[in-house]
């Protein structure tokens, strides 16, 4: 059963934090986006581990970025290892000029 609660950035939680910035050329942001969201929902959110992705696209057209939560590096490593997921990664890069993943823990938040 899907969990349907709200994506949450604490600074008390164990979750690890992928943070991944593609570059693009403006043409095919929507295209890497609609990519993102369908292989997230066809496949990444059933991963043992996993919690939430954020997909932003820039208001210039020329970045997207994918932020994604999991359980922990352990879990994600254990995705990253798996054939299927270097399978759609190369995917979602054909679609970009450069790919700048980055593992990432959350320090504070500051809320208004």
Known sequence: MPNHEIAKIDARSDHMT???????EPDKQVDLVRLLADVTDRVIR????????????????GRVVNYAQWASKDHFDGFMRQPETQIELRKFAALARSVSPGLFAVDSVHLA
């Open 18 to 24: 992928l943070i991944n910035v593609y570059e693009v």
């Open 46 to 61: 059933h991963q043992p581990g996993f919690v939430s992705v954020s997909i932003h696209s820039s208001l210039d057209g």
